[in-house]
Each structure stands twice: as C-alpha cells, then as structure tokens.
C-alpha cells in the first residue's frame, strides 16, 4: 500500500504544523545556515520532493530541481531517494 506524503510525515513528526511545531520552528530554524551541509534520513516522499529528518525535531523539505541531477534533466519518482535513504544535503 502506498502511503500520501502527509501520512509518512506525520508518521516521522506527529506534531508537524500544530501550532507548538510552528512556535518552535522560529527558534529551531537558527541553528540552520545557509551553504551548511547536513545529513539526513528520507522520512517522506511527493511528486515534487522529498522531506528529509536531520535532527531539528523538523522535516526538511528537498524540491527535485535541487536533488542531484534535478535542474538538468527530468526525474521520475522512481529516481527519488527512497523512504529511509540517508542523504547529504546544503541548506539553501
């Protein structure tokens, strides 16, 4: 059975978008820079992305024009990193 992204998500964040998440977000958010590379796991897969944990307390949204390979031809979900794949990221 395929689960919607919003299903995986709250799975991996139970609180995402209530309104203690979004309070701790303006804090949380800080401790991120930009060009800052982070390592993360895939907790959540949709056509136009991936969300990725790297240990905020908050998903990470990954857009396909910046996976690898993104911007310079067209990706099938198939190519997605899956559910569970440990990636490294920059913080744009």
């Not at 209530?18 to 060009?35: H, I, Y």
């Given at each position: 059975?395929?689960?919607?992204?919003?299903?995986?998500?709250?799975?991996?964040?139970?609180?995402?978008?209530?309104?203690?998440?979004?309070?701790?977000?303006?804090?949380?958010?800080?401790?991120?820079?930009?060009?800052?590379?982070?390592?993360?796991?895939?907790v959540a897969s949709a056509h136009f992305g991936v969300w990725v944990d790297i240990g905020l307390g908050h998903p990470a949204l990954l857009l396909v024009p910046n996976m690898g390979g993104g911007r310079s031809r067209p990706m099938r979900t198939e190519d997605y990193p899956h559910v569970g794949d440990a990636l490294l990221a920059k913080v744009e």
């Open positions: 059975m395929n689960e919607t992204w919003d299903v995986q998500l709250r799975r991996a964040f139970p609180e995402w978008s209530t309104e203690a998440a979004r309070t701790r977000w303006e804090s949380d958010r800080q401790r991120l820079r930009l060009g800052r590379e982070v390592r993360g796991t895939v």
